[in-house]
Nanobody
């Protein structure tokens, strides 16, 4: 059973910082691209940032310059450093990964709540 486990969410004041982590576990041959998505109440899930196994990154325009995605391939873990948080960043943050077991599968984490107060 392959799963993603997120941690690091919480409540922070505007201007503050949080760091999210997401670790893939199970019988894994390889982990491909990984990423963070978020979903605010009443909104659709949207991409925040992605990172390939080689370290190439993409970011949503709304978080460029404030968020940094990084990866530790040895631990099958990604991180999202979130700085200069604003209330509009409030959402449930989900981790996503493409994982090679016997075939490539797409997995989502359970989500972690991030709340930014004004």
């Amino acid at each position: 059973q392959v799963q993603l486990v997120e941690s690091g969410g919480g409540l922070v004041q505007a201007g503050g910082s949080l760091r999210l982590s997401c670790a893939a576990s199970g019988i894994i041959i390889r982990v491909g691209a990984m990423g963070w998505y978020r979903q605010a109440p009443g909104e659709e899930r949207e991409l925040v940032a992605t990172i390939t196994s080689f370290g190439a990154t993409t970011y949503a325009d709304s978080v460029k310059g404030r968020f940094t995605i990084s990866r530790d391939n040895a631990k099958n873990t990604i991180y999202l450093q979130m700085n200069s948080l604003i209330p509009e960043d409030t959402a449930v943050y989900y981790c996503n990964a493409e994982i090679l077991v016997r075939i490539w599968v797409d997995r989502w984490g359970q989500g972690t709540q991030v709340t930014v107060s004004s």
